[in-house]
């Protein structure tokens, strides 16, 4: 049992060649604060990349940040606040939820998890933001996709291939993201009491208009009372978060408050207040109650998310909340069982997606798909992937599929689609 | 065609031509096969119009069946396939091989689904880019990546190129606004990446599609996003004495926390052809001119002009106008959309280039590119996507004096060199194609290639899905696939720490 701890990419490189000889699986770890997500490992070793930190560089007037894949994503933000700056996509902060410390997490991890927030809707997730990786594949070879310039399309877009790869393709050395002006101002308008389905539409209407809204959320009764130290009230509250310069913002207020005229009433949020609501939203703070209580993410087409929500709820006690206009589902279960295969068939039965058992108790973990099972051929080519990059699967070997286990290739990948 | 080196035609397949022609008509039937030279010669070149060559045979099939039976008749045979869409690659994308079935899906021109209340169109991948917005403005919705093909070019052939546009700086590339695809592999099988939802469930392989140039798959569908129209869009005409002073202006302005609908520049060969040409009202004594475009709400963009105004007076504009009407503000686009005919007007031929480069080189890549002017006796006129660094250099050439193209070609390769020897890269948006293949290893090392081909062999083992673009050496799969590992000389052979 050894952890590595290297602080360069070149020390990187050689811990994975060794690896790679030895045929000795290693865990990937940043800070660890996403341990808690996928298949539990069993390696002899571990790789922690938290020493292999710091910002590389950072040109505001060029909209560019590199760094070590190591470095603390709150180094980051602090950065680029002090700038004026910031990771559009808002990447949510997993820690707390998993019961692990706050203000845990590596910008590496940000983008082997594809984290965003609230503004996924509008700017994309960290897989839209990536401009360049250099990274160690498990075959103990160090290779380099992209750049620093935002328009590329020079060769296979390997950085992309990195988000949501969970650290099983390659380790991740250097990240280059690009960065973005933070808004002037924003202000929130909280439709309240509302239903799910009234949410909604109401939500639907308020995207489907040129107000530019950049997040929308539904919080039902009870779970509005979770966020922003209770300072919503436990009334059901939509919000409608619209971003930018002070006059802008203002008009395109006034304009959802016309459209929305007649959906119920409505409030205006804005300074901390509102940035404590998408904060703890983005971090899915009504389910931070530091229990194992099985907590799924689930991304849908938004039209269609309440529906299966409501579907679910007549087979089993469930509490939800909507981010992405009502497109991604966060879900507690309230008796400990995941209820894995109802919850994917409604989802499959509500016009498909995904569903990530994002906290569960180990023993869950092990028994049931974290990741949303593929269909076969897509399987076989994951697998098919995997083995391109990690031919000895000595990455993060079963944490997102079993069946990513062995080198062989072909279609009969076992434990696939099921 | 100057040098450009392609796969070997396969022996046996020329062989049994007739009988694949055959065979390719039992699976398309009707008007699907393609294969008097007469007929194929419209499909010889795409966009890069100095290489041409004739395929095999031309399919252009109507089902997904029928895509996935020709690609697994082909598989099975060891025939190689090129797919096309509209054919405006300007890289050579499409171009065709002696020995390939060219996979025409030009007749996938259906529009599947419009759901405004997910803001999402289902397409077939031979609808237009434009066809997609069409499709959507009665309601007051666009498609927003805009390739200045977007007449012509497919959204098919946009996912295989990750196409950009003018308004991609704000608005994101095809990347950013496709949610899922369906695309058969070369050995017939039918995938789904994505859908209508947000995120994939496992490896980003619709990111890794979005760009891979037809070597990975064919495109059947395509989900994308549709945003609502601002509500209006007004330009500035900004000229400066200086590209110093206009690529400066540009810094301030992301400086500043603005991200214009669009940013242009022009410099002064190309302020000139493009004025002579559609009389656009452009400042003719001025060294760089910047094209700035604020879109959304009316108060926004009012807001945001004066904002721009005060930037560009900073930074020492001798010309500032901003548009009145919706009719100015076109004609201010006017010249700069018709940038590339106006160049082709003052000059017999021109070779387009299309590196990017960190926005704040630009002063140091045109000084370069001015010297290499120089020493290759070759005029270049430059336009430019300003806000993301996209450089469009136009080499200008006369292809009937002997030696001129090849000269403009290594022209163009210095410029590609240089863009990358500043921190950039050898395209922004139009491809590798077989174009800039010879190039790649100025930008990446032989490990970094062989990773990427790496994702080919899991895509096509056989290398047969439009072999000779993107890698200029295409490595046998088994090759790749080895691993040289030395055991016992390993740096840690008794597992140190750090």
């Known amino acids: 049992m050894t952890t590595f701890t290297p602080s360069t990419a070149a020390e990187t490189l050689s811990t994975v060649a060794w690896a790679a000889a030895e045929e000795a699986p290693l865990e990937i770890l940043g800070h660890g604060s996403k341990r808690g997500i996928g298949r539990p490992l069993q390696t002899e070793h571990t790789l922690d990349l938290s020493k292999l930190s710091g910002v590389t560089l950072y040109e505001p007037a060029e909209l560019v940040l590199s760094a070590k894949a190591g470095t603390p994503l709150a180094d980051i933000e602090s950065l680029l606040a002090e700038n004026g700056q910031q990771l559009a996509f808002e990447p949510l902060h997993y820690s707390p939820l998993l019961g692990g410390e706050k203000g845990k997490g590596t910008i590496g991890g940000v983008l082997a998890a594809n984290l965003s927030g609230p503004r996924r809707l509008k700017a994309g997730a960290a897989r839209d933001h990536i401009l360049g990786v250099a990274a160690v594949s498990g075959r103990g070879e160090a290779f380099k996709s992209g750049g620093r310039v935002v328009k590329n399309v ?49 939500m639907a209407l308020a995207l489907g208009s040129s107000a530019e809204v950049s997040s929308a959320a539904h919080l039902p009764e009870r779970v509005a009372a979770r966020v922003a130290g209770g300072s919503l009230g436990s009334t059901a509250a939509t919000l409608l978060r619209v971003e930018g310069f002070g006059p802008s913002v203002a008009y395109r207020v006034a304009a959802l408050k016309d459209l929305l005229r007649n959906a119920g009433p409505l409030e205006e949020i804005s300074g901390e207040i509102s940035r404590s609501v998408w904060r ?60 894995a295969d109802l919850l994917r068939g409604l989802v499959r039965q509500y016009g498909g997606g995904h569903a990530t058992l994002v906290r569960a108790a180990p023993s869950h973990r092990a028994a049931v798909p974290v990741f949303e099972p593929q269909a076969s051929q897509l399987a076989a ?9 990690d031919p000895k ?25 099921s | 065609m100057s040098g450009l080196l392609m796969p070997k035609p396969d ?15 039992i699976i398309v039937p009707g008007e699907g ?29 109507e089902t997904v069946a029928q895509v996935s039976r020709v690609l697994k008749y082909c598989n099975d045979r060891n025939i190689r396939v090129v797919p096309r869409g509209s054919g405006t690659s300007l890289s050579g994308g499409a171009l065709p091989l002696e020995d390939a079935v060219l996979l025409v899906m030009s007749r996938f021109n259906r529009i599947l689904e419009i759901d405004f209340p997910n803001r999402i169109v289902v397409a077939q991948p031979g609808v237009t880019n434009l066809g997609i917005t069409i499709a959507v403005e009665q309601e007051g919705f666009y498609y927003a990546p805009d390739p200045s093909s977007q007449i012509a070019c497919s959204i098919g052939g946009n996912v295989a190129e990750n196409s950009g546009g003018v308004h991609c700086l704000k608005y994101g590339l095809t990347a950013n606004n496709v949610l899922g695809i369906e695309m058969v592999l070369m050995d017939g099988e039918v995938v789904r990446l994505g859908g209508r939802h947000l995120d994939a469930e496992g ?5 890794v599609m979005t760009g891979s140039e037809g070597l990975l798959g064919v495109v059947t569908e395509v989900t994308v996003r549709i945003l609502k129209k601002p ?18 202006c540009v810094a301030d302005i992301i400086g500043a926390g603005i991200i214009p609908g669009g940013m242009e520049m022009m410099d002064r060969p190309a302020i000139h052809a493009a004025e002579d040409f559609v009389h656009a009202g452009y400042p003719l004594d001025v060294e760089a001119l910047l094209i700035v475009e604020l879109d959304g709400p009316s108060v926004e963009v009012n807001h945001l002009i004066g904002l721009v105004e005060a930037i560009a007076y900073k930074n020492g504009s001798t010309t500032c106008r901003v548009s009145q009407s919706e009719q100015e503000r076109l004609t201010f686009w006017a010249g700069r959309k018709a940038a590339f005919p106006a160049v082709g007007r003052i000059s017999p031929d021109y070779y387009c280039m299309d590196g990017t480069i960190p926005r704040k080189e630009l002063p140091r890549v045109l000084h370069g590119m001015r010297e290499l002017s120089e020493r290759y006796g070759l005029g270049v006129a430059n336009v430019f996507h300003a806000g993301d660094g996209n450089l469009h250099p136009l080499i200008l050439y006369d292809a009937n004096v002997p030696g001129e193209l090849d000269k403009a070609e290594s022209f163009g390769a210095d410029i590609l060199r240089l863009c990358v020897k500043v921190g950039g890269v050898l395209t922004g948006e139009h491809g590798v194609g077989v174009e800039k293949r010879d190039l790649m290893p100025e930008m990446f090392n032989q490990i970094d290639l062989d990773q990427q081909m790496r994702v080919k062999c899991a895509f096509d083992p056989n290398h047969l899905l439009n072999p000779g673009k993107v890698f200029p050496q295409l490595r046998r799969c088994a090759e790749l696939g080895r691993m040289h590992v030395h055991r016992g000389q390993t740096a840690f052979p008794d597992i140190p720490r750090f």
């Not at chain 1, 080519?381 to 990059?389: D, I, P, Q, V």
């Open chain 1, 280 to 339: 703890d939203i983005r971090d899915c703070a009504p389910f931070t109650d530091g229990s194992e209580k099985p907590v799924w993410r689930v991304s849908m087409a938004p039209a269609q998310g309440h529906q299966m929500v409501l579907a679910l709820r007549m087979q089993a006690a469930v509490d939800a909340f909507y981010d992405w206009q009502g497109g991604l589902i966060w879900l507690r279960m309230e008796h400990g069982d995941p209820e």
């Open chain 2, 11 to 25: 022996d046996a397949t020329m062989r049994r031509r007739d009988e694949i022609v055959a065979d390719m008509r």
């Open chain 2, 231 to 248: 509500e209006t869009a007004r330009a500035l005409l900004i000229g400066f004495p200086t590209s110093e002073q206009g690529g400066q």
């Open chain 1, 154 to 202: 020079t060769g296979y877009d390997l950085s992309k291939l990195m988000a949501n790869s969970w650290g099983t393709l390659a380790v991740l050395t250097d990240v280059t993201f690009k960065v973005l002006p933070s808004a002037e101002t924003e202000v929130t308008l909280a439709l309240r009491g509302l239903l799910d389905d009234q949410a909604a539409a109401a």
């Open chain 1, 381 to 389: 080519l994951s697998a098919r992937l995997k083995a391109e990059f």
């Open chain 2, 203 to 207: 490896y980003d392989l619709l990111g």
């Open chain 2, 33 to 61: 096969v393609v294969d008097a030279a007469n007929s194929m010669r419209a499909f010889e070149s795409d966009g890069l119009t100095a290489y041409r060559q004739l395929p095999l045979v031309v399919v252009l099939p």
């Open chain 1, 393 to 417: 699967n000595i990455l993060n070997p079963g944490r997102m599929a079993p069946a990513a286990s062995s080198a062989t290739l072909g279609p009969a990948t076992e434990g696939a689609a």
